[in-house]
């Protein structure tokens, strides 16, 4: 007896899979569509815990100035959005009315984790980095950088 595949079955399966592949395909576009929504909000989210959100007001006034409103300055790297470390905590002068240091966690890690950053929707991890340049798109300053690498899983292409 012979082991192994006829050709009539190998025919049959690679149909199956083709039929498979015509019919996820018109799907495909909505799915990478839905990952790009999902990398650009938490992109915009990154930038909340960063800069604060103006809209956020209270006895009207901002309350919402984020990482850089409190510490004065840009993160060194993402997880200081979430783990205090050896930050200074948040101390306010009532006689200058102003206060300064860690107030966080600006962003939660995921559910079960602690100072654990999501990846972005294609499981990349973000890209952070405070490098000044000058753009070439604007000609303005740019103080730091956050990057996803996009559907291509590579860094510095044109989809991220």
């Known amino acids: 007896m012979k082991k192994g595949f006829t050709f009539?079955?190998?025919i049959v399966v690679l149909s199956i899979i083709a039929i498979l592949m015509a019919l996820l395909l018109p799907y495909m576009p909505r799915i990478f569509q839905q990952s790009e929504?999902?990398?650009l909000n938490d992109l915009a989210m990154i930038k909340k815990a960063i800069v604060g959100d103006p809209t956020m007001i209270?006895?009207?006034s901002r309350t919402s100035?984020?990482?850089?409103?409190d510490m004065g300055?840009?993160?060194?790297s993402l997880m200081d959005l979430m783990v205090q470390g050896t930050l200074p905590g948040y101390v306010y002068n009532p006689t200058l009315k102003a206060g300064a240091g860690w107030?966080?966690?600006y962003l939660q890690s995921p559910k079960g984790t602690t100072g654990q950053f999501n990846p972005d929707a294609y499981g990349n991890a973000y890209m952070y980095d405070t490098t000044q340049y000058v753009s070439t798109d604007t000609g303005g300053l740019v103080i730091a950088k956050i990057v996803s690498p996009g559907p291509d899983l590579t860094a510095n292409t044109s989809d991220d």
């Not at 100035?65 to 409103?69: K, L, N, P, R, S």
């Not at 300055?73 to 060194?76: F, H």
């Open 8 to 10: 009539i079955e190998i």
């Open 37 to 39: 929504k999902a990398t």
């Open 58 to 60: 209270g006895k009207k």
């Open 65 to 69: 100035f984020g990482y850089m409103g």
């Open 73 to 76: 300055t840009l993160p060194a």
């Open 103 to 105: 107030r966080g966690p």
